[in-house]
């Protein structure tokens, strides 16, 4: 190898970065139900009215990437073996104003006489265990409850019970575990409840987008303007913080926290925008070996709102 001259003509890891990046999809300025319908209000706003955000890290395209390749391996399969189903039905015509969302698989069932909702889910092999307990992921559930509406709406036979196919993508220490796919299935939430969060969201983007400067309202990919001129009055806050406890060892006793919002870790707005990233974890009291609750100094109007178990 000659010195200071690379093996490959070109940066294949930069390569690989900027075509999945490219195959996003692009920003249709709708509200989406797989990844709109819960999490922060603020990240839902910002995303649905285009806000720039930072460049995404190699792992989470990869990430992204990993579970269509199983969406379509998958339907590769079920049409292989001639399994009596739909696949990718475009719910956007049925589903609440403002609202888009493609079912993964409408599958026929004939011993229930109806139709299956199935929707198609990649898990860390460490989450699987709080799926195998505690059931769905609630986002998941309220994403599926909006899709089994909306083929309601359609006219498709339903059976009134969806299930959500959990994929592992790896497996983990603990032998003891076993990991494998789980169908977990739940039934549809209401739709009178389930439409009205979704309209109350559908209210706060189309206000944050209205706040806005007529030149963002539909930015140009190219002329982005200064960050400040997308934060406005009508933009949410960042997502408090929320209390946690944990147990410590050498006192014996359990501290409670504030500690970040899980979606802090997957925010993709610069901090200009949004800077709940920033957020730390912060002690505001303890609960000793009895389970009596001291609030630390500075602290004593935040009450608890969990406890020890």
């Known amino acids: 190898m000659v010195a200071d001259v690379s093996l490959l003509p070109f940066d294949l890891t930069e390569v690989v970065h900027e075509e999945l990046a490219r195959q996003r999809r692009p920003n249709d300025f709708l509200l989406h139900a797989s990844s709109h319908i819960d999490g922060p209000l603020r990240h839902t706003q910002l995303d649905v009215a285009g806000a720039p955000k930072v460049k995404s890290e190699l792992l989470s395209e990869i990430t992204l990437f990993t579970g269509t390749m199983w969406h379509e391996w998958l339907h590769n399969t079920l049409r292989r073996l001639g399994v009596p189903y739909m696949a990718e039905v475009n719910l956007t015509p049925w589903l609440p104003e403002g609202w888009a969302g493609t079912a993964d698989a409408v599958v026929w069932n004939p011993d229930l006489k109806g139709f299956v909702l199935i929707d198609f889910k990649t898990q860390k092999g460490e989450g699987m265990r709080y799926i195998a307990t505690g059931g769905a992921k609630e986002p998941h559930k309220l994403q599926a409850s ?5 083929l309601k709406k ?6 009134k019970q969806i299930g959500v196919f959990y994929l592992p993508k790896n497996d983990v220490r603990g032998k003891d575990a076993v990991i494998e ?7 549809p939430y209401p739709a009178k409840e389930l439409h009205k969060v979704m309209a109350e969201r559908r209210e706060r983007v189309k206000e944050y987008r209205e706040s806005l400067p007529p030149t963002l309202r539909d930015p140009d990919p190219l002329f982005r303007g200064p960050l400040q001129d997308w934060v406005t009055d009508a933009l949410a ?5 929320e209390q946690r406890v944990y147990f410590d060892r050498k006192t014996g006793t359990y501290d409670l926290k504030l500690v970040p919002h899980w979606s802090t870790s997957y925010c993709p707005f ?5 800077d709940c990233s920033e957020q730390g974890t912060t002690k505001i009291g ?4 009895d389970g009596t609750y001291y609030p630390r100094t500075g602290y004593e109007d935040i009450e608890p709102t969990v406890f020890p178990s």
């Open 154 to 159: 359609m006219g498709i036979p339903l059976v």
């Open 237 to 241: 806050p960042p997502s408090e913080r």
């Open 270 to 274: 610069p901090n200009e925008l949004c």
């Open 181 to 187: 796919p789980i169908l977990a299935d739940f039934e």
């Open 146 to 150: 909006a899709y089994w509406h909306a």
């Open 286 to 289: 303890l609960f000793d070996t």
